[in-house]
């Protein structure tokens, strides 16, 4: 069975600082998802990672993807009170398929960013 | 192009009752995902369906959940029997017919159970 976790569960940051969320996978997979997720609002997709060392960035959030050592990371450089939310990574749980199919959601990382 | 449109946003049902959770897809797709989200956790796979097709039912609970995709209409996810424990954000994702495509989200049902 697919694992999927996530740490820190909990970020507090100051304004302008940086800070990186990790996420490992227990299998092999090459196709990791992050997500954004606002107090009752549905999921954001942030980046899609399809391959080994892909790096994607937006603004103030860099993805990078791992698959060697099955980690993720989620880095932001300058953190702003806008980006308070939870961040979900997401693995494929069968990239061979030919098709979109179920992912497996890690148990997220809630950040706060104070002033 | 509208996104994945769920309804209704929110439901609240007592216990024994029946709750049932539509999802229609974004144009011009034909998978449906659905997942659970419990308070404070992640989201986790229920069940993955084609057009008249139940593809994956791997993470549907085995009594009381049932999920279908007719040929026309959007995709129902039917609860009987509502216990406190069902009380959850369900959401709706669909992607297109071919290729390793990304799943777009919908806005979710809270149900609540009470």
């Known amino acids: 069975e697919l694992k999927v976790e996530q740490n820190p569960l909990f970020l507090s940051m100051q304004e302008g600082k940086n800070y990186t969320i990790y996420c490992n996978y227990s299998t092999t997979s090459d196709r990791l998802y992050w997500y954004r997720q606002d107090p009752g609002k549905s999921l954001e997709s942030l980046f899609v990672?399809?391959?080994?060392?892909a790096v994607k960035q937006e603004g103030r959030l860099m993805a990078s993807l791992d698959t060697k050592a099955r980690l993720s990371t989620l880095h932001i450089t300058a953190a702003v009170h806008d980006l308070s939310a939870t961040y979900f990574c997401?693995?494929?749980?069968?990239?061979?398929?030919?098709?979109?199919?179920?992912?497996?959601f890690g148990t997220g990382t809630r950040l706060q960013v104070t002033l | 192009n509208a996104g994945v449109m769920q309804n209704p946003r929110h439901l609240v049902r007592r216990r024994g009752q029946e709750a049932r959770l539509r999802c229609s897809p974004m144009?011009?797709?034909?998978?449906v995902y659905w997942y659970r989200q419990l308070p404070e956790e992640g989201l986790k796979f229920m069940v993955y369906?084609?057009?008249?097709?139940?593809?994956?039912e791997s993470g549907m609970p085995k009594e009381r959940f049932s999920a279908e995709f007719p040929k026309e209409g959007p995709s129902i996810l039917r609860i009987q029997q509502v216990v406190r424990g069902d009380s959850a954000a369900y959401f709706c994702?669909?992607?297109?017919?071919?290729?390793?495509?990304?799943?777009?989200f919908g806005q979710g049902t809270r149900l609540t159970v009470v």
């Open positions: 369906l084609q057009k008249e097709n139940i593809i994956d």
């Open positions: 990672l399809l391959s080994n060392g």
């Open positions: 997401a693995v494929d749980s069968e990239p061979d398929t030919g098709t979109a199919s179920k992912l497996t």
């Open positions: 994702a669909s992607s297109q017919t071919w290729g390793r495509t990304e799943a777009f």
């Open positions: 144009k011009g797709h034909s998978h």
